[in-house]
């Protein structure tokens, strides 16, 4: 099972249809479950990433998380240290952000391999 933050925008659409068509499962969590329809094989769940109390079920049974936006959201908010050990903690599994991702890869990056 997959969980899906930003699923009715651009991203988040695309790779909802992208995992369905992999025969994954998929959850989408969003403040407003009834403004958008999804497909049925689609788990819709209320949630929102600002309230980290509202996470826990959307991150039940989950394998992995696509958190769109995270890193924006924190800066506007300053939650993403609330949000990140709460998916730890439910799920079991180390969470960062995409910025954190990126700093790691760029510093592992060599310009003397290209």
Same mark, same amino acid.
């Given at each position: 099972?997959?969980?899906? &933050? #930003? @699923?009715? #925008?651009?991203?988040g659409?695309?790779?909802?249809?992208?995992? %369905?068509?992999?025969?994954?499962?998929?959850?989408?969590? &969003?403040?407003? =479950?009834?403004?958008?329809?999804?497909?049925?094989?689609?788990?819709?769940?209320?949630? $929102?990433? &600002?309230?980290?109390? &509202?996470?826990? =079920?959307?991150l039940?049974?989950? $394998? @992995?998380?696509?958190?769109?936006? %995270? $890193?924006?959201?924190?800066?506007?908010?300053?939650?993403?240290?609330?949000?990140? =050990?709460?998916?730890?903690?439910?799920?079991?599994?180390?969470?960062?952000?995409?910025?954190?991702?990126?700093?790691?890869?760029?510093?592992?990056? $060599?310009?003397?391999?290209?």
């Open positions: 099972m997959f969980l899906i &933050t #930003g @699923g009715t #925008g651009n991203v659409a695309n790779l909802v249809r992208q995992l %369905l068509d992999a025969g994954e499962r998929v959850r989408v969590i &969003t403040r407003h =479950p009834g403004d958008r329809s999804f497909p049925d094989q689609v788990e819709v769940v209320p949630g $929102d990433l &600002t309230r980290p109390e &509202t996470l826990p =079920p959307a039940a049974g989950v $394998d @992995g998380a696509f958190l769109e936006l %995270l $890193d924006q959201l924190a800066a506007r908010n300053g939650t993403t240290a609330q949000v990140l =050990p709460t998916v730890e903690e439910v799920t079991g599994r180390p969470a960062f952000t995409y910025a954190q991702w990126a700093a790691s890869r760029a510093a592992e990056f $060599d310009p003397a391999s290209l």
